[in-house]
């Protein structure tokens, strides 16, 4: 027979249980983020996270790469949008290089859960990003750059040495032959958010870069609080190391091990 001691103990255990017991049913039963967008920068296009997306797919996740136009940043915060439109739950939003300042602008949707940066730019809302990078060492690329009818490119010097060091050469020139011309403007743009302050944020230095200056890519890391890795990589680390930035992705996904 219980005592009056005994029946005490055991109905505030069986009262904290009910309490207890939802929050861990809703716990057990709360969605796996299964969505990942990919933003490429610029002088590229959507195919440079192919080797990404096959890691991603392999882990049982849906990976979507936008084509930005590079036209604005406008034209490629709305070619984001489009594809977020197309998740069906919480997305992990990732941008290389220019498209982190996409990904600031456009990671405000509500559909975004997280963010990662892949040796990107992450400007705060309404910054003026040259005059940040200013500040830090100038990278061999910018010396690079030509242009045309109201447009960029890298010269085939710059992208095979400073952008897509580390690739191999014949898959280099492959890329600097289908490279995203950009508007001449682009990088002027300034974004009205910055996403980073809202969501969790990720970050992958590029230890080697040639493009961004690793020194800026860590202050912004570090400005945004942001869980970091270093990449013994160049710019194209998505390329060189994509099992590294996919493994980012899936930490950022809450998949990692």
Same mark, same amino acid.
């Given at each position: 027979?219980?005592?009056?001691r ?50 991603l ?22 070619a984001?949008r ?23 602008? %456009?990671g ?16 705060d ?9 200013a500040?830090?060492?100038?990278p ?12 960029a ?40 958010? %910055? ?20 020194? #800026?890519?860590?202050? #912004?890391?570090?400005?945004?609080h942001?869980?970091t890795?270093?990449?013994d %990589?160049?710019? #194209?680390?998505l ?8 493994? #980012? ?9």
């Open positions: 027979m219980i005592n009056r005994h029946f005490s103990t055991a109905l505030a255990a069986g009262a904290a249980a009910s309490l207890v017991s939802p929050i861990v049913r809703a716990q057990s039963t709360a969605p796996r983020i299964r969505n990942v967008v990919l933003v490429h920068g610029a002088y590229a296009d959507g195919s440079c996270w192919s080797d990404v997306i096959g890691r797919q392999a882990a049982g996740l849906r990976a979507m790469a936008v084509q930005n136009p590079l036209t604005s940043l406008a034209d490629d915060v709305a984001t489009r594809i977020l439109a197309l998740q069906d739950g919480p997305t992990v939003l990732v941008g290389h290089s220019w498209a982190g300042t996409v990904i600031s602008e %456009a405000v949707d509500p559909k975004v859960s997280a963010l990662v940066y892949v040796a990107a730019r992450a400007p809302a309404g910054e003026d990003y040259a005059a940040l990078a500040k830090f060492p100038t061999p690329a910018n010396a690079g750059l030509v242009k045309s009818g109201g447009f490119q890298l010269s085939e010097e710059a992208f095979l040495k400073d952008f897509a060091g580390g690739v191999d050469p014949a898959k280099a020139r492959v890329l600097y032959a289908v490279q995203g011309r950009i508007a001449d403007t682009l990088f002027a743009s300034r974004t009205t958010a %910055a996403a980073w302050k809202l969501k969790p944020s990720w970050y992958a230095v590029s230890k080697q870069d040639r493009t961004t200056s690793p020194e #800026l890519e860590r202050f #912004l890391a570090n400005r945004m942001a869980r890795i270093e990449v %990589a160049s710019h #194209l680390s390329i060189t190391h994509p099992q590294e930035i996919a493994d #980012l992705i899936l930490n950022a996904a809450g998949r990692g091990g």
